[in-house]
């Protein structure tokens, strides 16, 4: 038998290496592409995450029936945020229009002023 010769040997090795770069080449388009569309599902799946979240604790959350809260109790006995009729509200806040009006003149004049606290 004959030994091939060099060219040969040259020609089928270059052949074999141009064969296994494309399928390299191949390979490598397809994790590129494959890649891509995982970041996209995962942006889609971060930008749903926070459309639904949107500071809820959890997914089974309830709605208030009553669609407001009147008043809250504490422990202690204190009541916070308790409504009052819209003319006792008017009332205090007039008050306290005219106790900040009298504040002002009294400061004017250097003397000392206790400020008027509504409870």
């Known amino acids: 038998m004959q030994k ?3 060219y040969e040997r040259k020609s089928k090795l270059e052949e074999t290496l141009n064969q296994f770069m494309q399928v390299s080449i191949s390979n490598h388009k397809s994790i590129e592409a494959s890649i891509k569309n995982l970041e ?17 604790f959890s997914a089974n959350t309830h709605t208030n029936p009553k669609e ?9 006995g204190k009541r916070v945020g308790v409504l009052e009729d819209e003319e006792e509200q008017q009332e205090k806040e007039a008050k306290v229009r005219e106790g900040s009006g009298e504040n002002n ?3 004017k004049k250097g003397e000392n002023v206790k400020e008027n606290v509504i409870e």
């Open 4 to 6: 091939p010769n060099l």
């Open 40 to 56: 996209i599902q995962m942006g889609q799946l971060a930008k749903q995450l926070d459309e639904n979240s949107g500071g809820n």
């Open 68 to 76: 407001n809260c009147s008043a809250i109790t504490t422990r202690g």
């Open 105 to 107: 003149e009294k400061n």
